[in-house]
Every structure is written in C-alpha cells, then in structure tokens.
C-alpha cells in the first residue's frame, strides 16, 4: 500500500516544505499512532512506512501551526485532521492539504 501526502501554500503559491504529520489509526475508540513524517521540498510525502495497514479508519495530520509560526504567521486552525477509511483492496491513496493561515482545503483520491 502507498500513501502520498501533499500539503501546499496558498499563501506563497508552492508546496509547503517542512510541515510535520502524523499518521493514526483508530481501534476501539482509541487513536493510535502509526507514523511521523515531514514534507519535503516540494511540500510531498512519498515514503510512509505503510506495509502493514489494515483496513480501518485512519487520520493524517497536518501541524500547520508549526509551519506558519516558522513563516512569522499565526495560523488559526493548529492542526488540520484529514480523518479517512482504508477500505477493500485499494493499492494507493493521496492526500492533499492546501493551507492558509485561516483557511484549508483537502482533498483524497484512491486507486484500486
């Protein structure tokens, strides 16, 4: 299975570099954490360590507080929670953020 995470700046027109995520995975009503990782240059993440993912609900999230405060911005949402559903036999998922300090946008696409 592959994950692919994007976050982008509206503010600066680019992909958002550096912005921290995690990635959990809920049982029983407890989220649990599966991984971390940071975008890259181009605001991309490719290389989750998702092998052993299971159906089930997940979320990914962004900490866009971190990101802004490091551009001088306050952001007012801290962090941005794209909860989603690991369903059947999908090969690959992307998701996308596209920040702002006021505002966001996601979006997630699947391939079977």
Do not use: C
């Not at 600066?12 to 995975?25: D, T």
């Not at 998702?50 to 507080?65: N, P, V």
Request: aromatic share 14%.
């Amino acid at each position: 299975m592959n994950i692919t995470a994007q976050a982008l700046d509206s503010v600066f027109g680019r992909g958002a570099a550096g912005v921290r995520l995690r990635l959990e995975r809920e049982v029983d009503g407890i989220w649990w954490h599966v991984t971390t990782a940071e975008t890259d240059g181009a605001g991309v993440v490719k290389g989750w360590d998702t092998a052993q993912l299971e159906r089930g609900l997940y979320r990914m999230i962004f900490d866009s507080d971190h990101y802004f405060v490091n551009l001088g911005m306050t952001a007012a949402y801290p962090e941005i929670a794209v909860m989603f559903r690991i369903i059947g036999d999908v090969s690959s998922f992307q998701i996308q953020v596209t920040l702002s300090p006021y505002s966001y946008s996601t979006y997630f696409g699947s391939n079977g």
